[in-house]
């Protein structure tokens, strides 16, 4: 069962499906975003779940941040096929685009928390 809730398995959370869908399109300069690319979104979501898929993980975590470029890469594939964007790309050409661009923010973010730059708030709340 999904829930909304952290602090138990299979949480539903607009996180786990908007940073791809908006990496997709940015990298793709859709002019809309269609139905049927967010469709595309949630059955990339459900691929990278595939053979690991069990009562208690029917969704990856925000963790496992591999998923977002392949949910980017399927926004932006369908985008082109349906003619609302404006740079086309390959599956692997933005999957490789994507990827690229969240490892260095995560990277980013990382070295900001080692070098005590920012807080990590949830660790504050803990």
Same mark, same amino acid.
């Given at each position: 069962?999904?829930?909304?809730?952290?602090?138990?398995?299979?949480?539903?959370?607009?996180?786990?499906?908007?940073? %791809?869908?908006?990496?997709?399109?940015?990298?793709?300069?859709?002019?809309?975003?269609?139905?049927?690319?967010?469709?595309?979104?949630?059955?990339?979501?459900?691929?990278?779940? %595939?053979?690991?898929?069990?009562?208690?993980?029917?969704?990856?975590?925000?963790?496992?941040?591999?998923?977002?470029?392949?949910?980017?890469?399927?926004?932006?594939?369908?985008?082109?096929?349906?003619?609302?964007?404006?740079?086309?790309?390959?599956?692997?050409?933005?999957?490789?685009?994507?990827?690229?661009?969240?490892?260095?923010?995560?990277?980013?973010?990382?070295?900001?928390? %080692?070098?005590?730059?920012?807080?990590?708030?949830?660790?504050?709340?803990?």
């Amino acid at each position: 069962m999904a829930t909304g809730r952290s602090d138990f398995p299979n949480q539903v959370n607009n996180s786990l499906v908007f940073p %791809g869908v908006f990496r997709g399109a940015l990298d793709a300069r859709v002019r809309t975003i269609t139905d049927e690319m967010v469709i595309a979104a949630a059955q990339e979501i459900a691929n990278f779940v %595939g053979d690991k898929l069990s009562e208690d993980k029917i969704l990856p975590t925000m963790e496992e941040w591999d998923f977002y470029p392949r949910v980017a890469a399927a926004v932006a594939v369908k985008a082109a096929e349906q003619g609302v964007a404006r740079k086309s790309l390959s599956w692997r050409e933005e999957y490789n685009r994507a990827k690229e661009f969240i490892a260095n923010a995560r990277l980013m973010i990382e070295t900001l928390y %080692g070098k005590g730059l920012i807080r990590d708030l949830l660790s504050d709340l803990a």
